[in-house]
């Protein structure tokens, strides 16, 4: 295993101690080491994609692993602070459905379009949107943390509220604009071939020949 995906296996290692940082509260300001865990691990994605592009380090594996870590250290965190109603419902409820049905939906297109060694086009929405959302997130969690501790003024308090409302607000929006521009760009993924059809036409007649001469052979047998 290369130092880039030993990399991203150390994201996806973060994100059980993040998650257990930040709900267990009888940990001090277990919230701000969760912060600073979360943080930590949304450097790693770029760490990681740097070295591997930079020293021709691609692997299969890491193509693998690294989408798969991305998708669970966003979900998580988006899903704690809906869950201690950081982002009240239904708000936060509607934005998480929004967030993670969009790389759901993202996901099922790219593994039909690797079954047809469809090459995805690149979505410069999709990176606005990821730095969006790792700006979003964390702003959040520090939203919950001063929501738990009286460190500030209930103005301060009150507009920074806002702030991080309009912050995962733009993040969602732009999930919306990134995944319909992504459906958009790579629709033909979906779209059967007329060589596709003549491969699976000749692919059943030669079964169905191959049906026939062994149905031949057993009656020789017999």
Not at 101 to 107: C, N, T
Not at 140 to 152: A, E, P, V
Request: hydrophobic fraction near 55%.
């Amino acid at each position: 295993m290369n130092l880039p995906n030993k990399i991203t296996l150390i994201r996806i290692i973060l994100i059980p101690i993040m998650v257990f940082l930040y709900l267990a509260t009888f940990i001090p300001y277990g919230k701000l080491i969760a912060l600073a865990v979360f943080i930590l691990a949304a450097c790693t994605d770029f760490i990681d994609g740097m070295i591997a592009r930079k020293y021709g380090l691609v692997t299969n594996l890491g193509k693998f692993l690294d989408p798969i870590a991305d998708k669970l250290l966003t979900a998580s965190a988006l899903l704690l602070v809906v869950c201690d109603m950081t982002l009240p419902a239904p708000y936060g409820v509607i934005i998480a459905i929004i967030i993670l049905g969009r790389e759901l939906i993202i996901s099922a297109f790219r593994q039909v379009a690797a079954t047809k060694n469809f090459v995805m086009a690149a979505d410069k929405w999709g990176k606005i949107k990821t730095i969006f959302q790792d700006i979003a997130l964390p702003a959040l969690f520090f939203l919950s943390l001063i929501y738990q501790y009286s460190w500030f003024s209930e103005s301060f308090v009150n507009v920074y509220e806002i702030i991080c409302h309009l912050l995962i607000l733009i993040a969602t929006i732009l999930t919306i604009i990134s995944g319909i521009n992504y459906l958009v760009k790579n629709w033909a993924v979906l779209k059967t071939d007329k060589n596709d059809v003549a491969v699976k036409e000749v692919s059943n007649k030669e079964d169905i020949r191959k049906d026939s001469k062994e149905d031949k052979g057993e009656e020789n047998g017999r």
